[in-house]
């Protein structure tokens, strides 16, 4: 079946250093990828997506590249912040006006003022 | 704009029964999606609903259903609940299959359901 899934759980970054946030996916079918942010106590909140005809897409501070050669997705965290604390999750969709997501397992960001 | 809503925040039910959830998603949103979230297991799609209707399904037994309204307001519904069903149950809603190619959803709080 399809699945998501994230190289590391856990990412500590420096204040000021950029940020990256890795994920493999296997469902070659998915039409979109998404990036959501969850902060402790909060739904996911959507980041950024990307089609599967893209290779790289930009941001505010975040770029989306994504590699369907290797089935791989990643997020860059420009200048990270303390803000941008939170568990990462990256996910697929495949559209036609349906809306089923397959998320991964989250990598959890600590900021280090 | 109002966000999602969802009720209740917190719920805590003994083994055996059975809980609904409610979600209110956006004004003008039509499709619905339930996840559930575990530390272990992540985010997990449990279904899906656009216009009363059930489009999309997880892997979850049938102990898990749900329902949309003519307002869009969906609920879902666990019947003779497990203490693995211990979770935070997520509600999003977004413009998909409204003439849109949008896969931004937008997710309620949630629902903490503790089943002891």
């Known amino acids: 079946g399809e699945s998501v899934g994230l190289h590391l759980p856990t990412l500590s970054v420096q204040e000021g250093d950029n940020s990256i946030i890795n994920c493999a996916y296997s469902?070659?079918?998915?039409?979109?990828f998404i990036w959501y942010k969850q902060e402790s106590g909060k739904g996911p909140q959507f980041i950024i997506d990307?089609?599967?005809?893209?290779d790289k897409r930009q941001g505010q501070r975040v770029t989306v590249l994504l590699n369907k050669t290797v089935k791989h997705l990643s997020l860059q965290i420009a200048a990270t912040q303390p803000g941008d604390s939170a568990v990462y999750f990256c996910?697929?969709?495949?559209?036609?006006?349906?809306?089923?997501?397959?998320f991964g397992t989250g990598t959890k960001l600590q900021v280090i003022p | 704009k109002a966000g999602v809503t969802q009720t209740p925040r917190y719920l805590i039910k003994t083994r055996g029964q059975q809980v609904t959830l409610s979600c209110s998603p956006i004004s003008g949103h039509r499709s619905v999606s339930w996840y559930q979230q575990t530390p272990g297991q992540g985010l997990q799609f449990l279904f899906e609903?656009?216009?009363?209707?059930?489009?999309n399904k997880g892997n979850f037994p049938g102990r898990f259903s749900g329902r949309q309204f003519s307002n869009s307001r969906s609920e879902m519904n666990v019947s003779t609940l497990e203490l693995g069903d211990s979770a935070l149950y997520l509600c999003?809603?977004?413009?998909?299959?409204?003439?849109?190619?949008?896969?931004?959803?937008?997710f309620g709080q949630g629902t903490r359901l503790t089943v002891v």
């Open positions: 469902n070659s079918a998915s039409d979109y």
């Open positions: 999003a809603s977004s413009l998909a299959g409204q003439g849109k190619v949008n896969t931004e959803a937008f």
């Open positions: 996910a697929e969709a495949i559209s036609g006006g349906y809306q089923k997501v397959t």
């Open positions: 609903y656009f216009s009363e209707t059930q489009r």
């Open positions: 990307i089609r599967s005809n893209m």
